[in-house]
Structure formats: structure tokens, C-alpha cells
């Protein structure tokens, strides 16, 4: 059984960073894809980012081209989502995601969760 949790949300100011970490327990943490959700307030969930299980592939989403970063380390079984250049907008609960496909963007079946991590960007 796979188990995610989520640290490193909070509140920040508008241009200020946060680093996002998403611990794995369980086996075959390189045989999973990884990433992030984030759910806004009145929005439904959707993909921030992710990470192949081989790690050679990255994928995000056009609003967070160039501020976010995410990469995943083999050797703690963590994913880590780091966040440069906050805005507002980026506000939201942000889920961490296990995905049994190579490619996967948390979007089939079979994918973990974490329980979310709040994330405010507010004056």
C-alpha cells in the first residue's frame, strides 16, 4: 500500500518561494510517476506539474512555465515541488499524486494520493 503526505504549504507573500515535499512510503517508488495538483477555491483539481518515474520527463502547466520546478529524488522517495515568483492565483490545496503508468498525470486509475497541503499567496 502506497502512502503520500504533503509538507511545506503555508502563507507567503506575492513573489516569495515555497518548496513543496511529498514523502512515499511503500515499494517501487521508481516504478510510479509523480506529481502535483492543485485544487483553487471554486475550481476543480488539476495538474501543476509532474515527473516521469524514470525522471526523464517533466511536465507542467502553462501558468507555472518558468517559476516552478519539480523533481523527485530516489534515495528519500520524495517528490518536491519548488516555487519561485508566487502569485496570487497560485493559491490553492496542493495534492501530490503517485501514478502506476511510466507517464502518468494522475488522471487514471490506480493513482495514490496525498491528503493536500494549503498554499496561500497573499499581501
Known amino acids: 500500500q502506497v502512502q503520500l503526505v504533503e509538507s511545506g504549504g503555508g502563507l507567503v507573500q506575492p513573489g516569495g518561494s515555497l518548496r513543496l515535499s511529498c514523502s512515499f512510503s511503500?515499494?517501487?517508488?521508481?516504478?510510479?510517476?509523480l506529481g502535483w495538483h492543485r485544487q483553487a477555491p471554486g475550481n476543480e483539481r488539476d495538474l501543476v506539474a509532474g515527473?516521469?518515474?524514470?525522471?526523464?520527463?517533466?511536465n507542467y502547466v502553462s501558468t507555472i512555465q518558468g517559476r516552478f520546478t519539480i523533481s523527485r529524488d530516489n534515495a528519500k522517495n520524495t517528490v518536491y515541488l519548488q516555487m519561485n515568483s508566487l502569485k496570487p492565483e497560485d493559491t490553492g490545496v496542493y495534492y501530490c499524486?503517485?501514478?502506476?503508468?511510466?507517464?502518468?498525470?494522475?488522471?487514471?486509475?490506480?493513482?495514490?494520493w496525498g491528503q493536500g497541503t494549503q498554499v496561500t499567496v497573499s499581501s
Open positions: 515527473i516521469s518515474a524514470d525522471g526523464g520527463s517533466k
Open positions: 499524486y503517485a501514478d502506476p503508468r511510466p507517464g502518468g498525470l494522475g488522471r487514471g486509475g490506480g493513482t495514490y
Open positions: 511503500g515499494r517501487g517508488f521508481t516504478n510510479y510517476a
